[in-house]
């Protein structure tokens, strides 16, 4: 089992930054590719940008490149979405998550592949 904690949402203006902080605990860290998902009212819950559980090959959705990085601290169980250059359509609920193993893009960018979820944290931009 691994538990996740989403924080550091909130209400920010268009143009503005916020970081993302994902505490996990529980099994090892180290063997789970992480991945940050949104989702906003109405909408299907989409990827915004993972990183694999060896080698921290990041990989980004196409509407958050070059805007958000994504990293992750495995002594400290802990990963981080630097969110930059808000825009409103980023307006959702934050998730992270956690999938064993995961490497090739296609498998951090899968929903499928993940097994354990935090509550989620809203981010609003406002216009």
């Known amino acids: 089992q691994v538990q996740l904690v989403e924080s550091g949402g909130g209400l920010v203006a268009a143009g503005g930054s916020l970081r993302l902080s994902c505490a996990a605990s529980?099994?090892?860290?180290?063997?789970?590719?992480m991945g940050w998902f949104r989702q906003a009212p109405g909408k299907e819950r989409e990827f915004v940008g993972g990183?694999?559980?060896?080698?921290?090959?990041?990989y980004y959705g196409d509407s958050v490149k070059g805007r958000f990085t994504i990293s992750r601290d495995n002594p400290k169980d802990t990963l981080w979405l630097q969110m930059n250059n808000l825009k409103p359509d980023d307006t959702a609920v934050y998730f992270c998550a956690a999938g064993k193993e995961l490497y090739l893009d296609y498998e951090v960018q899968n929903i499928k592949g993940y097994d354990y979820w935090g509550q989620g944290t809203q981010v609003t931009v406002s216009s």
């Open positions: 529980g099994r090892s860290f180290s063997s789970y590719a």
């Open positions: 990183i694999s559980w060896i080698g921290g090959f990041t």
